[in-house]
Each structure stands twice: as structure tokens, then as C-alpha cells.
């Protein structure tokens, strides 16, 4: 059932062309240049009244629902809070009849998600669901919502599930948009061909990186400690990167927005650790390189995600990584595909039970 892979990880890996394609079929449509998410139809004048949207989730899904924070005020120009289910749950927040949630989740059943919610709909506020398991609980309870799509994931890592959700985080943002009039239509034209784009691309990455990625995850196994930095739309996915590392190899690992590592973690460079940029072309690009300048002459190791062709930034890397060029919006749902590869091949290097790593459970229903 791994499918010819020796885990279910890799197996889920590979499955994003085709489950990122799946979570978009239906809903993005070229020919009529349009989006259709009927769960965002049903809760249009809600959205069209909100002041913001508050996003809720824990973990990895928490790291999409940063990202869709970047994607929508940028798009739509409405603000946009991203919280931890378990902080918000506890701190007695500030809810209104006009707050919109959406909920982030891939297995449905996360307790401090799940309590956050009916919290926050006993206090009049709509509820959007974006869940992977039909028929969940956190289903179950949102007034409207959308399923990602990305089928089951077994490997306790979520890799498969998160790109879907980006996936679907940013053809809500430009439903979103629409609505609110806020994007002109040669934007959401664009943005809409270059999504449509993702499952090849992603396909490009697994096809023509892997024995790169296999060779710098031996070169960097008995790494210690690792920094992963990324600027704007590529700020979560340096996040994501650091979990997953932690996850599957039990490196201790930190992301951070790459300007903030002057503010202390730059005192933990040498020429032991490992940097990992999220360094693809953006309109940031400039400021990236230029934090990659800052390490290198603290003669820190630098690997760098670079876009295709781009000689500046894989030349300033010990080892790169390449991927295909596209909107800076989108890059996020490229971006991380090299992550999850390099942490999967140093948590077998490492010798780690990489769909079950210790200590983790596939859906936390306790808090
Ligand atoms: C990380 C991971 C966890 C989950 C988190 C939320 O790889 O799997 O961080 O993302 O426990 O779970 P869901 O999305 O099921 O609410």
C-alpha cells in the first residue's frame, strides 16, 4: 500500500502533483476565468460585511494559515489574523457577529482547534472550515467550508495535506478578492494560469532535484542545530521547513524571517550550522541575498532554494536547490517541496522512523 515507496512520507511526497491537481479540479476553471468554491458563495455577504478574517489552526496547518495571511491582505486588502488554536481558546479573545474564522485542519479532530471554534460560534461568529477528513468534527461544526482534497495521510509529517491546503488557502484568497473587487482581472488572470501551472512544476522539482537533495542531506545528517530563513510569502515555508526537520530527524531546527536573525539567532553561526534560505526570486530578492552575504562571512553553511537560473544566489550557496520560476504569491507551494525531501532523506540518514517519528500522533485530540 506504500505504492513501490519504503514509506509512507515519500509516497505522500510524490502524491503532490496529483493531489494538489485534485484539490484544484472543479474550482479553478481557465477557460471562464473563474473560481468556484461554493462554500465561500454560501458565506459571501458574511465576508463582504467582515472587518477581518481570523485563521485557527495548530502546527503545520497553522504554518498554511500564515501564508493565506500574506496571500489575502495582499489580494483581498482585509486584515487578516493568524492564531494558535490554543491561545486563542484560552485568552478570552475578542470575537463579533462580523468576524469570519476560518479553521485549518487536515485531520478534522484537533481538540484545541475544535473547542476554539465552538467557542467562537457561540459567540456569533461564522464559521469556514478547511479540512482534509470528510465528515470530521471540525467539518461537522463550521457553517460552510471547503475539503482539501489531498486523500488520506498516513505519515504522521504532514506534506501532502499542506500543500493542498495552500492550494485551496489561495483560491480562497482569490474568490475572496472578487469579491471585494479588490484585483484587477489581469492579476487573477495571472495568478489563476500560474496556479494551474503547480502540479507540473512540482512534478519538475521531484523529477530533477531528488538526487541533488539525497546528496546534500548526507553532506548535512550529523548537523546539530539548523536555521531556516525566509522573507514575506516565503516566511511560513521557512517555518514549515524547520517543524518538519525537527519532526523526522530530531535536529533541532528554527525558522525565522530571515532580517530577524540579526536580532539574536545570528550569535549561533558557525561553521557547524547549516542555513537554509528560501531564497526564490521575489520582489524581496535583494534583501535575501544579502542576509545569505551576512552568514557566509560568519562562514555559516548555506543552502539556498534558488529559482531556475538564477546565478546570484546559487552561487553565494554552498548547495542549492533549484526550482521553476513562478509568481512570488505561488512560490510557497513550490518552495516547500525541497523541504520535505531534504528532511525525509536526513531522517533516514539519521536512522529515524520517519512515519512515525517518536513522541508525535497523527491527530491530537487531546490538548
Ligand atoms: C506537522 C503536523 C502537526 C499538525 C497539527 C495540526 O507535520 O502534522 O503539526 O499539523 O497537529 O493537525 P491538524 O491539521 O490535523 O489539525
Redesign the pocket.
Known sequence: EKGGFDHFMLKEIFEQPKTIFDSLRGRLDLDKSSVTLSGIEAIEDKIKQARRIIIV??????HAGLMAEYVIEELCRINVEVEYASEFRYRNPIITKEDVIIA???????AD?LVALENAKEQGATIFGLV?VVGSS?ARISHAGAYTHAGPEIG????K??TAQLAVLQLIALKIAKIKGTISDERFNTLLLDLAEVPEKVDFILNNQVENIQRIASKYSGAQDALFLGRGFNFPTALEGA??LK?ISYIHAEGYPAAEMKHGPIALVDENLPVIFVATKDSYHDKIISNMQEIKARKGKVIAIVSEGDEIASSLADDFIVVPNCNEVIAPLLAVIPLQLLSYYIGIERGVDVDKPRN?A???TVE
Do not use: F, H, M, R
Open positions: 489552526a495548530c502546527g503545520t496547518s497553522w485549518i485542519s487536515q485531520s478534522g479532530e484537533t482547534t482534509n471540525i504522521v509529517a504532514s506534506t495535506a499542506y517543524l518538519k519532526e508525535l497523527k491527530s491530537v
